[in-house]
C-alpha cells in the first residue's frame, strides 16, 4: 500500500501529455510546456521533444484522490508519504514545478 | 435473504421502490438490525437510494437498493432509528422525500431555496466561473506529417 501524502513530481519523466490535468476531478494542476526541435546528426528529420516550463499542484485543492498517480502514462507522479507542509495563506499551498520535484532529492 | 454468491460483501440487493420498505423490514427480521448508512446517487432518469444494513453479531452486512423515479419512497427511520438523520440529509441532498419520516427537517442545510445540491444537474459556482486548466492547449501537434513542407499545398 503506498503511503498516501504528498504528490511529488518527477520531471525528467513528464512529456506534458496533460492527462493528469485532464484527468483530475478537483481541476487543482496546471501545466505549461513547449516544445523544441532538436537536430539528430544522420536523421531525416529533427526529433520534437516537450520541454516543461511549468507544473502545479494546488493542494488547498486536491483531495488525494490519486487519480493523476494513476493516469500519468510515464510514472512521473509518485505518491510520497510526508503530511507536513502547513501554510499561513492559502495560495502557499500552490506546490509549483520546483518544489514537487524537490521531494525526491 | 441470502448474500449474493461470491459478493465479498459489496453486491447490491436491488429491490423496486414499491418494495423498500417490505425488503428492509426482511432484513431487519433476520437479524440486521443495525444500519450503517442510507444515502442516494443521482442517476440521471432516477435518484438510486442505497442503504448497508449489518448484522451485529455475526458482522455481516446487506447493501440494497432502489430507483426512485417518483420523488418520494417509505422511510426506515421506525425500525431503523438511525436512519432518521440519513434519511433527513438525503432527502435535502437529493430533493427526494421519505414518506412517514417522524421528523422531516433539513439535517445540514439552511435555505431550502437552492436547489438539491448533489443533484447533478445543480451546476457548483466555483467550477462555473473557473477555467479548466485542461483546455490549455499545447501546441505541439505538428499540422502536418514528417517530411511535408510548408508550402506543399502552393503551386511552385
Do not use: N
Request: with cysteine.
Amino acid at each position: 500500500m503506498t503511503p498516501h501524502g504528498v504528490i511529488a513530481l518527477i520531471p525528467a519523466a513528464c512529456t506534458s501529455c496533460m492527462l493528469c490535468v485532464r484527468e483530475c476531478p478537483s481541476w487543482c494542476i496546471t501545466l505549461d510546456s513547449h516544445t523544441e526541435s532538436i537536430d539528430e546528426p544522420g536523421a531525416r528529420r529533427p526529433r520534437t521533444v516537450s520541454v516543461l516550463d511549468g507544473f502545479t499542484i494546488d493542494y488547498g485543492l486536491c483531495m488525494y484522490c490519486g487519480i493523476c498517480v494513476d493516469v500519468c502514462p510515464f510514472d512521473a507522479l509518485e505518491w510520497l508519504g510526508q503530511h507536513d507542509y502547513p501554510e499561513a495563506d492559502r495560495s502557499a499551498l500552490v506546490h509549483d514545478l520546483d518544489r514537487l520535484s524537490a521531494w525526491l532529492d | 435473504m441470502p448474500a449474493p454468491a461470491g459478493d465479498r460483501g459489496r453486491a447490491v440487493i436491488a429491490v423496486d421502490c414499491s418494495a423498500w420498505s417490505t425488503a428492509l423490514g426482511d432484513l431487519h427480521a433476520e437479524g440486521f438490525v443495525y444500519l450503517d448508512f442510507l444515502t442516494g446517487v443521482d442517476r440521471i432518469d432516477s435518484i438510486e437510494i442505497v442503504a448497508r444494513v449489518v448484522d451485529p453479531s455475526t458482522l455481516e452486512g446487506r447493501i440494497v437498493a432502489t430507483r426512485v423515479t417518483g420523488g418520494s419512497v417509505a422511510s426506515i427511520a421506525s425500525l431503523f432509528p438511525a436512519a432518521g438523520w440519513h434519511e433527513r440529509e438525503t432527502a435535502e441532498m437529493f430533493g427526494i422525500a421519505f414518506d412517514g419520516h417522524p421528523d422531516p427537517r433539513p439535517l445540514l442545510l439552511h435555505a431550502q431555496s437552492s436547489r438539491p445540491p448533489l443533484l447533478k444537474s445543480t451546476v457548483l459556482a466555483a467550477r462555473a466561473v473557473s477555467a479548466w486548466p485542461g483546455g490549455v492547449e499545447i501546441v505541439r501537434r505538428s499540422q502536418r506529417p514528417a517530411g511535408v513542407p510548408d508550402d506543399w499545398l502552393k503551386p511552385r
